[in-house]
Nanobody, 119 residues
């Protein structure tokens, strides 16, 4: 089992910044990918940014150039730095880790943290 705990959400004005953190604990091995997703009211959950198994990063087109995913392996923590926030970034942000093996993967989700961008 992998436990994920997000933090760092809140209310911010348009153009502002927030940094989200996702701390992983438990049986942290064979993690294939790990990253951030979000879900706005009435919409499907979507990928925001993720570290892939190859060590590369993928971003949603809507956040490229504004958001940056990073990690601290010593702390088993993944971060999402969000700059130039827009009202359309308002959503619950979830951390997800996919654990292998490849022929039998398991997705673990955090509880989510609310990000609200409003003046």
């Amino acid at each position: 089992q992998v436990q994920l705990v997000e933090s760092g959400g809140g209310l911010v004005q348009p153009g502002g910044s927030l940094r989200l953190s996702c701390a992983a604990s438990g049986s942290i091995f064979n993690i294939i990918d790990m990253g951030w997703y979000r879900q706005a009211p009435g919409k499907q959950r979507e990928l925001v940014a993720v570290f892939t198994s190859g060590g590369t990063t993928n971003y949603a087109d809507s956040v490229k150039g504004r958001f940056t995913i990073s990690r601290d392996n010593a702390k088993n923590t993944v971060y999402l730095q969000m700059n130039s926030l827009k009202p359309e970034d308002t959503a619950v942000y979830y951390c997800k880790a996919k654990q292998g093996p490849l022929w039998h993967t398991t997705d673990y989700w955090g509880q989510g943290t609310q990000v609200t961008v409003s003046s």
